[in-house]
């Protein structure tokens, strides 16, 4: 008898341990995400260490554009920049011979709000993101995120394209870094 509750228990606990991690993800439906800004890196201490200059906390800023969009097989959210702020700090650490080699860490803070009046009862909540990168092989580099307030429990990752240089507003003559970070996102509520 003690061996057919065992085995009861033991088959239980089982099936129990292969649902369980299939509950938890109910209802995360993986989506499709992208993000694309256009800005400069403003500011920021420079000072060499080591054989590296290190850029230290230059602001990102965006000067041209930036959206967010999300979902597979039709986009379930398309945020325009009337509804974004962004805020990025940057890290470089680059060789003595930035042509050879440089690293560049970005933490990223977009704000989405529920009108274009950036206020705070109008803010929906955050995506924060981390993303490495270098000039090795064309990488961009990789990224993950995760988001706050109404985003709760969102978790973002994928890979940033190689940094493009865009013509921007030729009075005065603005030269863009455009960023695009594509990968998934999972948790957006719906």
């Known amino acids: 008898m003690k061996k057919k509750l065992l085995g009861v228990f033991v088959s239980v606990l089982a099936v129990a341990m292969l649902v369980a991690p299939v ?3 109910k209802g995360q439906t993986k989506q499709d995400f992208k993000l694309v ?11 060499e ?6 850029n230290r906390d230059p602001d990102f800023v965006v000067l041209g554009d930036i959206y967010v969009q999300i979902g597979t097989g039709g986009v379930i959210e398309d945020l ?25 860490r970005v ?9 274009p009046e950036h206020t705070e009862e109008n803010l929906r909540g955050t995506l924060v993101i981390t993303a490495i990168g270098d000039n090795r092989g064309g990488n961009g580099g990789n990224f993950v995120g995760h988001g706050t ?5 969102v978790k973002i ?4 394209d190689p940094l493009e240089i865009v013509p921007g507003n030729p009075d005065p003559p603005y030269i863009y870094i455009q960023l695009t970070r594509t990968g998934t996102v999972m948790g957006w509520p719906e």
């Open 23 to 25: 509950m938890a993800m």
């Open 37 to 47: 800004f256009q800005g400069l890196p403003v500011g920021g201490e420079v000072k």
């Open 49 to 54: 260490a080591d054989g590296n200059i290190i």
């Open 80 to 104: 325009s920049k009337d509804y974004l702020e962004y805020e990025g700090i940057m890290n470089f650490v680059t060789h003595s011979k930035p042509e050879e080699f440089y690293t560049v």
């Open 107 to 115: 933490v990223e803070t977009i704000f989405i709000y529920s009108s």
């Open 149 to 153: 307030g109404e985003f709760e429990g």
């Open 157 to 160: 990752n994928g890979n940033s």
